[in-house]
């Protein structure tokens, strides 16, 4: 019989070598990044930002398998709480993303919010708060690319609370989860993230365990923390500073995260995601190597 703690499929992706864009001379090359992510002990990936690695199915396909690899997920970044007006756009870009993710045999589309504001500049692009209406087109339309996705390719959405956008805190998730359909959307629960926000990851695994699709696994420096909430910075500049670090020097405790995901007796992805964008391209490579020892003696 299979044991709960065999259903955690540990990962990690390239967000975790400081990758944020599809192209950008501050990244290390996509070649870097799956042979030191392969040479750090992790057999599952995520596509990162599309375009960063090939978009051929097929050179894809070689990349990954001659190092060992499988991708567990997509990603896309979405704001459908603006309505129908944006869906021919956004599909636009899924449709690109979910295509690929399938190809690669993976069955999980990352589905991140919209930032009210801009994660490079720190400019204020909207009102931080939805409308009751905004909140009813976010409902809806995450339900649309939820059952659209899955019709044609095959793929489940896991939405993704995310600082600096509206689907943030433990108030705000509770709310997107009571206000969508369970059988078509579930959360990418990133522990970072919801830290960040104020959000107790243990309590929201226990609460809304069904909800649990995926998780990314992340701590934040507390210090950090209060520094950059207290001072109002953006979530570019505040992971500039730090404010994501390498556990388990941070918060949440992932022990307890990783227990309580396994008492749910479920198969789920964990993929270690560590913001550190910009960084130098030799930072990343002994921090997965440690992060992964870690989880590790963690049972995972």
Not at 57 to 83: C, I, K, M, Q, Y
Not at 257 to 266: H, K, P
Request: proline share 7%; net charge negative; glycine share 8%.
């Amino acid at each position: 019989m299979t044991t709960a703690k065999t259903r955690i499929r540990i990962g990690s992706a390239p967000d975790s070598w400081g990758v944020w864009f599809p192209d950008d001379p501050r990244q290390v090359p996509w070649q870097r990044f799956l042979d030191e992510v392969a040479g750090a002990g992790y057999r599952w990936i995520e596509l990162g930002p599309y375009g960063y690695l090939p978009t051929d199915p097929a050179r894809l396909a070689e990349e990954t398998a001659v190092r060992d690899l499988r991708v567990s997920a997509g990603t896309v970044f979405t704001g459908l709480h603006h309505g129908p007006a944006v869906w021919e756009k956004t599909w636009a870009h899924v449709a690109d993303v979910a295509a690929l993710t399938q190809a690669t045999g993976a069955r999980h589309l990352v589905v991140i919010p919209s930032f009210w504001r801009d994660d490079k500049s720190g400019e204020v692009l909207e009102d931080s708060t939805l409308t009751a209406a905004q909140w009813r087109d976010l409902a809806g339309q995450t339900e649309r690319l939820a059952r659209e996705v899955r019709d044609r390719y095959g793929l489940r959405v896991v939405v993704h609370p995310h600082a600096d956008t509206h689907i943030d805190s433990e108030e705000n998730v509770a709310r997107f989860l009571h206000a969508t359909d369970s059988d078509l959307v579930s959360l990418c629960l990133d522990t970072g993230h919801y830290a960040y926000c104020g959000g107790d990851s243990v309590k929201l695994i226990e609460t809304y365990g069904e909800r649990i699709g995926y998780l990314h696994l992340k701590q934040v420096d507390p210090e950090v923390l209060a520094h950059v909430r207290a001072a109002g910075t953006p979530f570019g500049p505040a992971v500039a500073q730090g404010v994501m670090c390498e556990p388990p020097h941070g918060v949440p405790a992932l022990e307890p995260v990783l227990a309580a995901a396994q008492d749910l007796d479920v198969d789920l992805f964990a993929i270690v995601e560590q913001d550190m964008y910009p960084c130098d391209p030799d930072k990343p490579l002994p921090i997965a190597e440690r992060t992964r020892a870690f989880l590790r003696s963690c049972g995972a």
